[in-house]
Nanobody, 129 residues
């Protein structure tokens, strides 16, 4: 489908902010819902935020709602994750992923990994206390 590359991770103190970017190559980006996942040490990879192909709809899991904002710029083939008020428990490798299906309805519950057809390589976010 598309090739994805994340950037923007790093080390930040608790209460700080970071913005992750995910650039997609390929012509399908504008028709694909996008998601952000994270995998903390010793844990499974988990979905945290998603945005519809038409950027109007977003979905967040409770642990990041109100602190993280997902957005996309279809002209730049880029999806962003703005993270504010970061906590040590936000420490993880963050991945962006593209839906397998074009023009799909946004998820109303956390989707499974299998619903995504393309993944980035991940970017590390470390939050110190």
């Amino acid at each position: 489908q598309v090739h994805l590359a994340e950037s923007g991770g790093g080390l930040v103190r608790a209460g700080g902010s970071l913005t992750l970017s995910c650039v997609a190559t390929g012509q399908l980006f504008n028709s694909l819902a996008m998601g952000w996942f994270r995998q903390a040490p010793g844990q499974e990879r988990r979905f945290i935020a998603g945005i519809g192909w038409n950027w109007q709809n977003t979905y967040y899991v409770d642990s990041v709602k109100g602190r993280f904002t997902i957005s996309r710029d279809n002209a730049k083939n880029t999806v962003y994750l703005e993270m504010n008020d970061l906590k040590p428990e936000d420490t993880a490798v963050y991945y962006c992923a593209a839906d397998r299906r074009r023009f799909s309805q946004l998820w109303s519950s956390p989707p499974a990994d299998s619903e995504f057809g393309s993944w980035g390589q991940g970017t590390q976010v470390t939050v110190s206390s």
